[in-house]
């Protein structure tokens, strides 16, 4: 993803979209806790629990990006779940849409996994078209990236 | 024919009974007779099959807020709601946009 992100991010807009979570660490006493517990002991808890306000689901955003030290922008779907309502998928679903706004590559992803190959021929294909180079300014997306001194890997002196 | 009749009233009685057995051991179950039903908030990602979309058709436009940054007190960059949504058909006509969906857990 991150790969992706900085080969083509002069060539089309990229988004992490920030969904529910898939395995989050179980709320203290609920019903399905034990197993839960059980399920997290292969997969490593984060500790965090399935957020139930968008300021919650900023926390683990926020805590994903600076551990994984992510520089892709990052958006943030609706308790509601508005992204995966309209695009459905798992965690490392991947879609590609062309210049006139239709899906020209869609993977559910997990449990099958992303298919950055498949997502990257589907881009390569797209700018061979005439996707061309983004000229203009990004300003209608006010990412950290736009600002430069206020991004995270930037106030720590990274040069990605 | 007797023997038949026989067999079939006894696997009605048998399966009624198991029924009523099952029954009453949930009601025993304090746990499984006092859980609240918990109404799920809308999680497609649940089931992941209900949405599929093939190569061609119309991008579903979805409006997301942007995760932003802003220093705190102490000065560390902490993330923030974007007030200005992004919403995907604005870059139509622009450039492609590659979408990844995925949550730290």
Redesign the interface.
Known sequence: ?ET??KA?KD???????????????PEKGS?GEPRAKEQLKR?GD?G?TQPKT??ER????????K??KLT???????????????????????????????????N??APNG?KPTE?EAA?KK??SAG????K?DRA?????ADKPA???QK?KGSTK | MRYGGMTWRAAVLSSVAVALASAASWAAQP?ARD?PVVKQ?????AR????????????????????????DANGQ????????K?K??????????????????
């Open positions: 993803m992706l992100y083509y060539n089309a807009h990229f988004f992490l979209v920030y969904i529910r979570e898939a395995h989050p660490s019903p997969l984060k965090i968008m300021d900023v926390i683990a955003a926020d805590k994903c990006m551990d994984l892709i922008p990052i958006l943030l779907d609706s308790i509601e779940g508005d992204y995966l309502n309209a695009y459905g998928g798992w965690p490392a679903g991947t879609v590609v849409i062309d210049i006139d706004g239709k899906v020209a590559y869609w559910r992803g992303a997502a881009l797209l700018l996707g061309g180079a983004i203009e209608d997306v006010k990412m950290p206020a991004t995270p106030a | 746990d859980r908030e809308a999680r497609p990602g992941p099959g209900a949405v599929t979309l093939e190569p061609g058709q119309a991008a579903p436009d979805v409006a997301l807020s942007p995760l932003t940054f802003a220093a960059q902490v993330g923030t709601i974007g007030k200005e992004v995907l058909s604005d870059y139509k006509g622009k450039a492609p946009i590659v979408i990844f969906s995925s949550s730290y857990t």
